[in-house]
Every structure is written in C-alpha cells, then in structure tokens.
C-alpha cells in the first residue's frame, strides 16, 4: 500500500486532481445509476418502455456524442470541457430527483448523458498531455481511481436509498458540483497543443475530422478493439444472465458479487500487472495478451454451460457459480492489462495532435460496439434457449474475441500500433501539415 501511495504522490498535483476528479465521477455516477430503472418503474409507475426509452435516450447522447466532445475540447480546451461537463451532470441528476413527468425526465438523461461525452474525451486527453512519457503509468493509476469509485458507487447509493431516491440523486449532484468548482478553482488550464495552419470555425473542424479519419492505423486499430469493449460489457449483461441462470432467486446477490470482484481484483491489481507487463512487452504485445485473457474468460462457461444449482443446495450453488467467478476474474484481469497501453497507443497513433478528437471518436466505435454487442449477445442467448444449446453465446464471444486478438496481434507485428506508423500505412497524410487541407 506504502508502494501506491508513493506512487501517487510521484505524480504532479494536476495529475492527482484528475485522478481524484475520476474517482468522484465514477462515485456520483454509480450510486445513483444502478437504481434509476426500479425508481422509474416501482417509484413513478412507469412502463416498461418509457424505463427503456429513459436509459436509451442517456447512453444515446452520450455515445452518440463522444466525437463533439473530443472536437470541442481540442478546439475550447480540455478544462473548459471538464468543468462544464462536471456542471452539466450537476443539473441532470438533480432533476432525475425532482421531476416525474416523461419530458422533462427525458431531458435530464440527455443532460446527463451529453455531460459524459463533453468531459470524458478531455480528460483522457489530458492525463496524456500532462503525464508525457509516464502516458501508462499514469492511466494503470487513473484505471484504479475509476474502478473504485465504481465499488465504492452503488454502497453509498445502497445506504442513501434506504430514505429515498431524491436523497440519492440530490447527493450525486452536490459530488459534480463540488467537482466543478474545485476544477474551477485548482485545475490548470489546458488546451491541445497549437496545430500550424489551422482554421477557425466549421470549415477548420472539417479540417481536423477528416485528418482523423485519414489517420489508417487509427482507425483499423479502433476497429478491432471493438470486440474487447463487447466482451468487457458482459459483466453488465451476459455475466448477470448466467448468475441468475445458476443461481436462480440468489442471481441479484451473484451478480453483486461479480460487480464487487472485477472492481476490488482493478483496484488491487493495476499496478503491479500494468509494471508487470511493461517489463516484458511494447503496448501492442501487452493489449492482444489482454485480449487474449478476455477471450479466455468466457471459456469455462463454455464448458460447463449446462450447469446450474439444483433443490435450492448451496453447496451446488457454490459449485455451479465457480466458472462465472472465473471468468469474471480472467476478464478484469484481461481488461487491466489492456487499458493503459491501449489508452497510450491511441494518444501515440494520434502522433499527439487532436488527441481529445481521437479518444472521442474511438469513443463513439466502442459505443457502437456495445450496443450491437449486447443485441447479439441478448440473441444469442434467446437462441441458446430456444435450441437448447447453452454454450452458444460464449462460443460467440469467444469467437468475438479470438477475432479482436488476432487483429490487434496482426498490427502489433507489422508495426502498425508504433509512433508514426500512419506514415507507412497511409504516405500522404505525413506529408500534409496540420492543418493544410482545405474544404
């Protein structure tokens, strides 16, 4: 623990105020999130669709706006993004506590959603630019902040709702906004660096979209970890599913308990793998070894996907949720391997320009990648019922992710995940200067 502490401290002020930043976001985030549906559905009464077009509307703007949120902070600068992102989450969650009728709970999952794709992309990009050479170092840190704030969440959540739902959301509010004004006062400004020749207004953010859209690797490197963000999501969907399957009436426990594990195994653990890994592999071996991990999680429940707990026994209960625990296990383990390089290769495939652009469009791929991933898992499984095949979605996933190593591990070796490698891919776009094509 001494070790950690040091750690953090080795950081400038800055790097720490980001940090804790991600902690409270992700406390504000999680203690109110998880309980949104049931208070929209016991709480207020509402349908079953209406829930679902509440929480569709919020990832929607959300995902769907991570790429003007990394457009805006490269043009505005990456503070002014955090702050009013901060801000914006403020007002969304303190009207989820104070409204009840359709619209206007409509537009606070858009207010609450939008502020995640404005201050999101920024402070990645920020960590970047501040940590310089310690690029993943400091995202193995920024990961163990996020993961705790997302086990911390949902107990301080769990304790608040005990007097009711407004409480909760009163009080996720007043985290954002202490959090927008002590990144007011305390963070530093911070802008992307100058692009020479570039243009002010739509047509100079034509100019920066389509060099990003021309950066190759980029692009082939954010398509094939779209299946990495498909399998990670599992913990919310398929992971739960197989809980319950087991387990039966003890599934919300199960699952609670998968939450817990990926988050403390995060917490515990990113260092030390994240040094581990440096030691023995270039970022692009370290992300397929992740990925490799991930695919890996799903293969225990593959092979026993036809067991489950049978007469209300514990001691078949214990058994039958050991291979969930496995692969919830291998798949974090995965995950924490994989972050900080991948977090560091993009910012190195943007060649440190536009950066905030970059990470929202990779953003956006993944958001995509998410919600078709989890419509193909939920198939998949509904099939898997149906045909009474119940491997069917893990040889999915597991093919999903076979497919996503292969890739990454493909690019790894020809060279295409290292600094200035878009030169080799695409020759034209070295030769252009930032910002010289003109619409």
């Known amino acids: 623990m001494r070790g950690v502490w040091r750690q953090i401290g ?18 504000g985030f999680y203690m109110l999130m998880p309980y949104l549906a049931n208070h929209l559905s016991s709480g207020l009464g509402m349908a ?7 929480l569709g509307v919020r990832t929607l703007s959300q995902q769907g706006m991570f790429l003007v949120g990394g457009i805006l902070a490269d043009r ?10 901060c801000g914006l989450r403020t007002i969304g969650f303190a009207l989820l506590g104070v409204v009840s009728d359709l619209p206007m709970l409509l537009a606070a999952a858009v207010a609450t959603g939008l502020a995640g794709a404005l201050f999101n992309p920024a402070v990645r990009a920020y960590v970047a630019a501040e940590a310089g050479q310690r690029r993943v170092e400091a995202f193995a840190m920024f990961n163990v902040f996020y993961q705790a704030g997302i086990l911390i969440g949902p107990v301080v959540g769990l304790a608040l709702i ?16 202490l959090l927008t004004v ?3 006062r305390a963070l530093p400004a911070r802008s992307a660096p100058p692009q020479p020749g570039r243009r002010a207004g739509l047509g100079g953010v034509r100019t920066d979209w389509r060099q990003v859209v021309s950066n190759r690797s980029f692009l082939l490197f954010s398509m094939a970890m779209i299946g990495s963000y498909v399998l990670s999501s599992q913990i919310y969907l398929a992971l739960p599913l197989q809980a319950t399957r087991v387990l039966g009436r003890g599934g919300d426990v199960g699952s609670s308990a998968l939450f817990a594990l990926s988050a403390v195994v995060a917490v515990i653990g990113q260092l030390r793998l994240t040094a581990w890994a440096r030691r023995r592999w270039n970022s692009g071996k370290a992300i397929a070894v992740g990925l490799a991990l991930m695919t890996a999680a799903f293969l225990p429940l593959a092979a026993t996907a036809g067991v489950r707990a049978q007469d209300g026994s ?5 058994v039958a949720i050991v291979p969930t625990l496995i692969a919830t296990l291998l798949l974090t383990l995965g995950t924490v391997v994989a972050y900080p390089f991948e977090m560091d290769t993009i910012v190195a495939l943007a060649r440190d320009r536009l950066v905030a652009t970059h990470y929202g469009l990779y953003n956006t791929f993944a958001g995509i990648g998410i919600t078709v991933g989890n419509l193909a898992t939920g198939a998949a499984w509904g099939l898997a019922q149906r045909w009474e095949i119940p491997a069917l979605p893990w040889l999915v996933l597991i093919a999903t992710g076979a497919a996503c190593a292969t890739a990454v591990a493909g690019m790894a070796r020809s060279r295409r995940l290292e600094p200035g490698s878009q030169a080799a891919v695409n020759p034209t776009s070295a030769a252009v200067p930032e910002g010289a094509v003109s619409r």
């Not at 080795?10 to 406390?27: A, K, P, T």
């Not at 079953?48 to 509440?54: Q, R």
């Open 182 to 184: 002590v990144q007011m």
């Open 162 to 177: 005990s007097l009711n739902f407004r409480v909760v959301c009163l009080s996720a509010a007043m985290i954002f906004l």
């Open 10 to 27: 080795s950081f400038d002020r800055c790097l720490r105020l980001l940090m804790v930043n991600q902690l409270g976001i992700n406390l």
């Open 314 to 318: 514990l001691a078949m209960a214990a």
């Open 76 to 85: 505005l600068g990456y503070k002014t993004m955090i702050v009013a992102g």
């Open 48 to 54: 079953a669709w209406t829930v679902g077009l509440v």
